[in-house]
């Protein structure tokens, strides 16, 4: 079954990028899902950052877009986050995650849940 | 964006005890609305999806129902695993958004 593996520093600088990976493993990215990372800060409740299609196509949550950018390396079966201009307020635990795909009509596509999850890594802002 | 607004937001019940959760949205979602179960420590579980699917491997004590703008999760038994967090979710439109959780505490 398809597995989900997060990856990259547990320790990020003020004012510098989050990047981190999300590893596929028994399935391939191609598939009709779109690829989403979640994440929950300390206390908090979850907060959806942004997903990905295998065509490159993405979506992000506006209040993160002007920092966030999504790619999608097919050729290793992952996917990457990174968050530019980090702040405190950006700790947190990271899930990658795969939605279930609806359908899509007229421009939107509609999902049904996120049915895989990686286990999540966390991630500090702190100098 | 659609809010997605839970209550109570915490909740005290004890084992073999009848709970629901609702999940209001603030547009009309139909019935793109998710389930999650959430345990300190690992990554949230898929209860429901489509507002009233049970997904595989989910107890039948748990059910969903609702469209529109507002939504039930339903637990008709309380086991003692299944003192965690709760998140609706939607997926009609992006951003995919959260309900702000409910968690559900041993009495």
């Known amino acids: 079954q398809v597995q989900l593996q997060e990856s990259g520093p547990g320790l990020v600088k003020p004012s510098g990028t989050l990047s981190l990976t999300c590893a596929v493993s028994?399935?391939?990215?191609?598939?009709?899902?779109?690829w989403s990372w979640v994440r929950q800060a300390p206390g908090k409740g979850l907060e959806w950052i942004g997903e990905?299609?295998?065509?490159?196509?993405?979506n992000y949550n506006p209040s993160l877009k002007s920092r966030v950018a999504i790619s999608i390396d097919k050729s290793k079966n992952q996917f990457s986050l990174k968050l530019s201009s980090v702040t405190a307020a950006d700790t947190a635990v990271y899930y990658c995650?795969?939605?279930?795909?609806?359908?899509?009509?007229?421009?939107?596509?509609?999902?049904?849940?996120?049915?895989?999850w990686g286990q999540g890594t966390m991630v500090t802002v702190s100098s | 964006d659609i809010q997605m607004t839970q209550s109570p937001s915490s909740l005290s019940a004890s084992v073999g005890a009848r709970v629901t959760i609702t999940c209001r949205a603030s547009q009309s979602i139909h019935t793109f609305l998710n389930w999650y179960q959430h345990k300190p420590g690992k990554a949230p579980n898929l209860l429901i999806n489509a507002t009233s699917n049970l997904q595989s491997g989910v107890p039948s004590r748990f059910s969903g129902s609702g469209s529109g703008t507002d939504f039930t999760l339903t637990i008709s038994s309380l086991q003692p695993e299944d003192f965690a967090t709760y998140y609706c979710q939607q997926s009609y439109s992006t951003p995919r958004t959260f309900g702000q959780g409910t968690k559900l505490e041993i009495k």
């Open positions: 028994g399935g391939s990215i191609n598939s009709s899902n779109w």
């Open positions: 995650a795969r939605e279930i795909p609806g359908y899509c009509s007229g421009g939107r596509c509609y999902g049904i849940g996120f049915d895989i």
């Open positions: 990905i299609y295998h065509t490159g196509s993405t």
